[in-house]
């Protein structure tokens, strides 16, 4: 099994609410993602996904949240802009925009170097 892996960063601000901590109070974090694709085979150039196709997949959803208050986009106006949450977005938003053909095997967002959440759907 192969695993092709990509990343970007972007900045935004946030609030959890009913969260019982300093997180309730708006603040920003420099997240990080990481998405995944993997696949037993190889194309007939040793490739297993373009990075480039997964990066600007990434990249177009990182636009609609990068130097943004998260928690007045859509969906995270009505659900938490938690790092699972986030998580799951990835995962759906470059589900669309990739060639069904690829299988993404997770999202991952950290928060900071040392904590982060990963999303990959229930199999
Ligand atoms: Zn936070």
Redesign the pocket.
């Known amino acids: 099994m192969f695993e092709v892996c990509v990343e970007e960063t972007f900045a935004a601000g946030?609030a959890?609410r009913g969260y019982k901590g300093k997180?309730e109070n708006v603040?920003?974090?420099n997240y990080r993602i990481q998405l995944a694709v993997e696949g037993p085979e190889l194309n007939d150039i040793g490739l297993l996904v373009d990075f480039g196709d997964v990066k600007r997949a990434v990249r177009e959803v990182v636009g609609r949240l990068d130097h943004q208050f998260i928690n007045d986009l859509q969906p995270f106006d009505t659900i938490n802009p938690s790092?699972e949450n986030l998580a799951r977005y990835f995962y759906d938003e470059v589900r669309a925009r990739l060639d069904e053909r690829f299988r993404i095997r997770h999202a991952r967002i950290y928060?900071t170097d040392t904590a982060w959440a990963t999303y990959r759907p229930a199999t």
């Open positions: 946030h959890l997180c603040h920003g974090h790092a928060e």
